[in-house]
C-alpha cells in the first residue's frame, strides 16, 4: 500500500512559477512526487445523473499552473508510509506570482441564500 499527501497552495490567486520537487524524492521511501509537468493528461469528469452535487469543480486537478484558491493542490507526495509522504510534501518548494485574492472584503449576515 502507498500513502499520498497533497502539497497545497498557499496563496489564494495567482499563478505557480516554479515546483521543486527535489528534496521531497530524494527521502527515504518516496516513491514519486507527482505535478502538472510529469502526470500527463488528466481529463475532465462529467457528472452521473444524481452526482451532480458531490463535486462542484469540473476542472481536472493539476491541470495549469493557475491558482484559483488558497489550499488548491499543486502537487501530490507518494510514499511508503503515511509519515513520509506528508514529509515530502512538506518539503516541496514553490514560487508564485502572486495577484490579488479574489474574495470578498465586506461581508453582511442574511446574505446567506435560504
Known sequence: MLYAVPVEATIANGKLLTLDTAAAQKMPDV?????RGNIG???????????????QERRPP??????RYYGQYIALAVAE???????????????????????EAHLEAGDDPP
Do not use: M, Q, W
Open 62 to 67: 493539476l491541470e495549469d499552473d493557475v491558482i
Open 31 to 35: 516513491r514519486a512526487v507527482l505535478h
Open 41 to 55: 493528461k488528466i481529463f475532465r469528469s462529467t457528472p452521473a445523473p444524481g452526482f451532480d452535487r458531490v463535486c
Open 81 to 103: 508510509t503515511f509519515e513520509a509522504a506528508k514529509a515530502a510534501a512538506d518539503a516541496v518548494r514553490a514560487t508564485y506570482a502572486k495577484e490579488k485574492a479574489n474574495v
